[in-house]
């Protein structure tokens, strides 16, 4: 069983930054790719950014030239730099793990954005 844990989320306002963390624990675990998705208010959950074991980076196109998504395999931690943050940056951000047999979530971390 792998639980991942968030942090970082909170209130900025328009043009700041917030850098979330998450971090996966557990027992004789293989974390492949790893990554962030949101939910705003009535909308579908999305992917924001995912990062593979190797360091491959995918990004979505609202979120290009802003937010950067990093890893540290050696603590099985995963980051999301968000700069530059707008209104519609506001979500409850889930960290995604994919591992050997089943993927797994983070409970969510708020991101408000604004003035």
């Known amino acids: 069983q792998v639980q991942l844990v968030e942090s970082g989320g909170g209130l900025v306002q328009p043009g700041e930054s917030l850098r979330l963390s998450c971090a996966a624990s557990g027992s004789r675990f293989t974390i492949n790719t790893m990554g962030w998705y949101r939910q705003g208010p009535g909308q579908q959950r999305e992917l924001v950014a995912a990062?593979?074991?190797?360091?491959?980076?995918n990004y979505a196109n609202s979120v290009k030239g802003r937010f950067t998504i990093s890893r540290d395999n050696a603590k099985n931690t995963v980051y999301l730099q968000m700069n530059s943050l707008k209104p519609e940056d506001t979500a409850v951000y889930y960290c995604?793990?994919?591992?050997?047999?089943?993927?797994?979530w983070g409970q969510g971390t708020q991101v408000t954005v604004s003035s």
């Open positions: 990062i593979t074991s190797g360091g491959i980076t």
């Open positions: 995604h793990a994919v591992g050997l047999i089943r993927n797994y």
